[in-house]
């Protein structure tokens, strides 16, 4: 059997039925162009029949991307399977997705019908649609909860009525993974004509489920998953691409792959979370900021000596630049020494030492300790002497005018001035200052934060910059937040210069 598992992502049509999730069109064609560089196989588009903006969003996500193929769902109906072969007309690689329920609450309860008619209705849907596409998907609605032996009736009409693509979704996310796996490998050993097809999972998570019900599958035989990104979806939500994408990287005993392109997983969940206003939680697998985030002292200097010691994936490996070490009271020797050297400091043995006990006093009192604590505990005095330093600054801004600034630095005893125009008075600021230092140099972070509190707040600055392999870090702090932000910008190149 082939090894190869397809991605199926469904966030553009199961994620986005979330509420408050809803994407307008040309947000749904950032995030399918997005998902086309992922390197996902097939894009669930919409549900064209539901509404006119669906209709839409098939349409011009059909146009947009090219490499994957763009599914459009539908129920057993004509009316809906000529709608959504309408939606795809543009589509390179077209797929129909129909379907109906099988297990017993949806066909007595929900269809009032009958088995039989129920087998009649779905193969009559994939006969129509194998009229428009090539690519037919049949749904078994609430397949969890299905009957195996009647399961497998159904997927064996469905395949021979010309359905390319099972889909036996886990609707209620009932199952549990030994369940699930047996199901698929029921259907894989019963199903005279399954060779003819792809059999797909299709995971909820109502009882947490969801990823290793996927998993399962696969193993079983399935070779379609379908996901959305960050685990988006009705009630609790569906299976994590990058949950099963990354099980598959890691477990390479398994002996699985998919198209995935890894690197891009944290900017497409980034997009994804950011479009559809629906914050990532910190400790999410993965995704979350804690993912590669270590505050244990154990943890802390087993990943400084080894990375492999306390993680299993390498942040690089899905867009994270390095692992974050977290500075709490639970930290060790180890990480202290790290934070310092990544601030500038170069500290002997004794002087570590002396620092840290202050640290653990300071660190009982705070949940988190910044940068500008180390800065207090270290003593200024001990910082590598800056090569860029801050002469005067002078910026002009306002509604009807051009924000422009005038900076001149003090660059290892020369004397240097400049002017230059931005989007903002910061901007033009940090512009000036790379017109005098010709090094080029990326802006990758830049974060403001109150440390006091009132009409005389002391505003600190942080910025990250990239130069070539290298990032470096710079701090300020100011009642003015423009002199801050020259200080931390200032701060950060003089580590590079």
Not at 77 to 103: M, N, P, Q, W, Y
Not at 471 to 486: E, K, M, P, Q
Request: aromatic share 6%.
């Amino acid at each position: 059997m082939d090894n190869k598992v397809y991605i199926f992502d469904t966030t553009l049509r199961d994620g986005e039925q979330v509420p408050g999730c809803q994407l307008n069109t040309i947000e749904k064609i950032e995030v399918a162009k997005q998902l086309e560089k992922l390197g996902v196989d097939i894009i669930e588009a919409g549900f064209p029949i539901s509404s006119p903006g669906d209709f839409n969003s098939v349409v011009e996500i059909s146009k947009a991307v090219t490499n994957p193929t763009i599914c459009a769902l539908t129920r057993a109906v004509k009316k809906d399977i000529e709608v959504a072969a309408d939606a795809l007309k543009f589509a390179k690689r077209g797929r129909i997705h129909t379907g109906i329920g099988t297990s017993p609450y949806h066909i007595y309860q929900k269809l009032n019908s009958n088995p039989e008619e129920i087998i009649e209705r779905g193969a009559a849907a994939v006969k129509f649609a194998r009229q428009f596409v090539d690519d037919v998907e049949f749904y078994a609605e609430d397949a969890g909860r299905s009957d195996n032996e009647y399961l497998a009736r159904v997927v064996e009409a469905m395949i021979a009525a010309g359905a390319t693509v099972i889909n036996v979704p886990d609707t209620t996310g009932y199952c549990l993974p030994g369940e699930y796996g047996e199901k698929i490998a029921y259907l894989m050993n019963n199903v005279p004509n399954v060779d003819k097809a792809i059999i797909s999972t299709h995971c909820h998570n109502d009882l947490g489920m969801a990823t290793a019900n996927t998993l399962s599958g696969i193993i079983n035989g399935a070779r379609q998953v379908e996901v959305t990104l960050n685990g988006l979806g009705e009630r609790a939500g569906n299976t994590a691409l990058e949950e099963v994408v990354m099980a598959i990287q890691a477990h390479k005993d398994l002996d699985f792959k998919t198209e995935i392109d890894a690197k891009q997983i944290i900017k497409t969940s980034k997009l994804v979370s950011t479009l559809m206003r629906m914050p990532v939680q910190a400790n999410k697998a993965i995704v979350g900021r804690n993912a590669f985030a270590h505050s244990s002292g154990i943890h802390q200097d087993g990943v400084l000596k080894n990375r492999e010691t306390y993680e299993i994936i390498d942040p690089a490996d899905v867009g994270v630049k390095e692992s974050s070490i977290v500075l709490t009271a639970r930290s060790g020797r180890a990480a202290l020494k790290h934070r310092l050297e990544v601030l500038g400091y170069k500290l002997d043995q004794e002087k570590i030492d002396q620092v840290y006990k202050n640290f653990l006093v300071l660190a009982d009192s705070k949940k988190d300790i910044s940068d500008e604590d180390l800065e207090v505990l270290v003593g200024h005095e001990k910082k590598e002497e800056r090569v860029l330093k801050l002469d005067k600054f002078q910026v002009i801004c306002g509604k009807s005018c051009i924000p422009s600034a005038t900076v001149t630095i003090n660059h290892n005893g020369t004397i240097k001035t400049e002017t230059a125009t931005g989007d903002g008075p910061v901007d033009a600021a940090f512009s000036a200052i790379k017109k005098m230092i010709d090094i080029d140099v990326v802006l990758e972070e830049y974060l403001v934060q109150a440390i006091t509190r009132g009409s005389d707040d002391i505003g600190k600055v942080h910025v990250q910059l990239s130069h070539d392999d290298r990032t470096v870090h710079g701090f300020g702090a100011n009642v003015d937040i423009l002199t801050a932000s020259v200080w931390a910008y200032l701060d950060a190149l003089s580590k590079i210069v």
